[in-house]
């Protein structure tokens, strides 16, 4: 659900806590010989999250994504539905770094009733996350958008499956190395397109800053109207020094995200017009949600695959 409100969530954590507590002995790590005989319960946060869990689980796993299409994990609060999933899963993968950060409280509940929770950011070591000044001594958690760093988020989540479920490692690791090679294809692929946008105009202006890791890797500069969050709105001071940018640099084109209101890449267009040059909207990124189930963008290799496509089409010039 993408709305919420104070008091439906404080009763809903309420209801966790009891719900957790009703569950208690079978919340516990499940024996090995008994999951191995049945498919894993699992809950991941993000639909990107969820894809990789079905990627590397296959067949073992029935997986529910909290998050479906157009969903913003920074606001996203859990729904009575999701505290059910919570509740009865065998292990719960989240993205951490602060990503879910409406979901910290029920996160606690869940450590509290030693329900396992893997944040599949764990292992990427520190030196490799970034953390931008507007970002407030937290980390970016975006890190999806360096499909390199993301292998890490897979690899965990391969080992956090072998570890419940051990008699079959082999088939994580199997599965796990044939999605890795897509994913190399895929970071082959952005590195080879991006070589048609000249060097100058390899700008990605966006609703929020989604796009960091995207752009160290990829050598891109990024420039995001807004801050860290999806929760704080775009002051008009950011609208004017971000469209005298646009203009000064000859920017042809600005992306709007699927998860983000269009209104704030509006403001920026309307900036940039009363300069007397003109912007035009280069196509809809996929930023912290794929696209619809059941379609190419609605999977973590078809998302990126899109945005790249999409980010070359308008700044090529071709
Ligand atoms: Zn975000």
Redesign the pocket.
């Known amino acids: 659900m993408i709305t919420h409100r104070a008091s439906p969530y404080l009763f809903l954590l309420a209801c966790f806590t009891v719900l957790l507590a009703a569950c208690a002995p079978a919340a516990a790590a499940p024996l090995p010989d008994e999951i191995a005989n049945r498919k894993i319960n699992i809950v991941a946060t993000t639909g990107m999250i969820a894809d990789v869990v079905r990627n590397v689980g296959g067949e073992r796993v029935q997986v529910t994504g909290l998050m479906g299409a157009g969903v913003?994990?920074?606001l996203y609060k859990a729904s009575a539905g999701d505290v059910r999933f919570l509740s009865e899963a065998d292990i719960v993968f989240y993205n951490g770094l602060h990503?879910e950060a409406g979901m910290a409280k029920v996160f606690e509940r869940m450590n509290d009733a030693q329900k396992i929770t893997v944040a599949v950011t764990e292992r990427i070591p520190h030196d490799l996350l970034l953390s931008p000044p507007e970002f407030e001594g937290n980390y970016d958690?975006?890190v999806w958008f360096d499909v390199q760093l993301w292998m890490l988020a897979v690899e965990q989540v391969r080992d956090s499956l072998s570890a419940l479920d051990p008699q079959h490692t082999e088939v994580y690791q199997r599965n796990t190395q044939a999605y890795l090679n897509q994913m190399a294809e895929l970071d082959a692929y952005i590195r080879e397109q991006v070589n048609r946008i000249p060097p100058e105009k390899r700008v990605l202006i966006t609703a929020?800053?989604?796009f960091n890791y995207f752009s160290r890797a990829y050598g891109f500069e990024v420039r995001g109207l807004q801050g860290i969050?999806?929760a704080t709105e775009a002051g008009t001071a950011d609208v004017v020094s971000l469209s005298r940018f646009i203009v000064e640099r000859q920017i042809p084109a600005i992306f709007i995200e699927t998860?983000v209101p269009l209104r704030n890449i509006e403001a920026v267009q309307a900036g940039v017009q009363a300069q007397g040059f003109s912007i035009r909207i280069g196509g809809e990124l996929f930023?912290?949600a794929m696209g619809d189930a059941g379609t190419f963008e609605g999977t973590y290799l078809g998302m990126v695959r899109h945005n790249i496509d999409t980010i070359v089409n308008a700044l090529s010039g071709e």
């Open positions: 913003d994990p920074h990503l958690p975006h929020h800053d989604a969050s999806t998860s930023s912290d």
